[in-house]
């Protein structure tokens, strides 16, 4: 769905499908009755999340924010996620086509982080043979990161998986990269770490208009509550004090932020909070086309 335009760019959501999560990781500390009031959790405990990546076009560049889970996990994993990704091969190509573009389009692919509902579709597997799912593009990943998600950790371990990203190296297609690095003229990656540590969120400057994906640090429109946070997030404290400072920049200057994996909400307006830090949002807007303008407080 096309979000927004201006300054010779054009910013898309790309449905990458959708996962079942659990409700207690994805809201922390956050008791049950406050949040599944926002999103209802199933039988298991689990809550619908959208894998919603970022699609940006220039004159000279088709550039992909993320991938989704890809087409590697095993039956076990896609039973206990919820994974509903399948498509041409998966849901994320079977999109693109469906906007007019093909795999072979994308000139760059920049990562948030390497967590596998998000790095998962880097790479394809045909038939037993890995090869990039983008055959002509560089992929962006921030240098700690990578570091990072190499790890044995056993607190992370299990939210990544090497064999889904490690391979980019020998195919020579990965570019290390830092905070602030401008991907296309427009385009730049700021840190938004806490989720983990070198997390980070992609701004597009589109002139008159600002739209901010701030990926895993926000990744529902219930999150917009600053002390709503993942249990995934590495470190929770440095979370808090980076939506603190983000989402009070967002409302300022009411930008536009995309969910990454709210089921409904693909996108909203900042507004100011009425006190405090932080932001509040309006003009709420899913996945289809229509634009559903209504209060935040609504949806209490
Ligand atoms: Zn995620």
């Known amino acids: 769905m096309l979000i927004s335009e201006g300054a010779g760019l054009r910013?898309?959501?790309?449905?990458?499908?959708?996962?079942?999560?659990?409700?207690?990781?994805m809201f922390g500390v956050v008791p049950k009755p406050l949040w599944e009031k926002r999103i209802p959790a199933d039988d298991r405990n689990r809550i619908p999340i959208a894998m919603r990546c970022l699609l940006i076009e220039s004159e000279s560049a088709l550039v992909l924010v993320d991938t989704g889970v890809g087409n590697k996990e095993s039956g076990k994993a896609r039973d206990i996620y919820g994974i509903d990704n399948a498509g041409e091969p998966t849901r994320l190509e079977s999109s693109l086509?469906?906007?007019?573009?093909?795999?072979t389009d994308i000139d760059l692919v920049v990562s948030t982080h390497l967590h596998f509902d998000h790095a998962g579709g880097h790479l394809t597997d045909d038939d037993g043979e890995i090869r990039p799912s983008f055959p002509n593009a560089t992929y962006q990943i921030h240098r700690g990161e990578w570091a990072a998600a190499q790890t044995d950790n056993l607190r992370i371990l299990g939210s990544y998986a090497p064999d889904h990203f490690l391979p980019l190296e020998s195919f020579g297609v990965l570019e290390l990269i830092d905070w602030e690095h401008e991907v296309i003229p427009g385009v730049r990656v700021v840190g938004m770490p806490g989720h983990t540590e070198h997390h980070q969120g992609v701004i597009v400057e589109l002139g008159s208009d600002t739209i901010c994906y701030p990926c895993d640090l926000v990744p529902t429109a219930a999150h917009v509550k600053l002390n709503w946070i993942m249990a995934f997030d590495i470190e929770p404290m440095v979370t808090l004090e980076e939506k603190e400072r983000w989402l009070t920049e967002a409302g300022e200057n009411h930008w536009l932020l995309v969910f990454a994996h709210d089921p409904t909400i693909a996108s909203a307006r900042a507004r100011p909070a009425s006190r405090g830090p932080g932001c509040e949002l309006e003009e709420l807007a899913t996945d289809s086309d229509r634009i559903q303008v209504q209060n935040e407080s609504e949806l209490e």
């Open 11 to 25: 910013v898309h959501s790309v449905d990458a499908g959708t996962m079942r999560l659990d409700g207690g990781s």
């Open 97 to 103: 086509r469906a906007m007019g573009f093909e795999p």
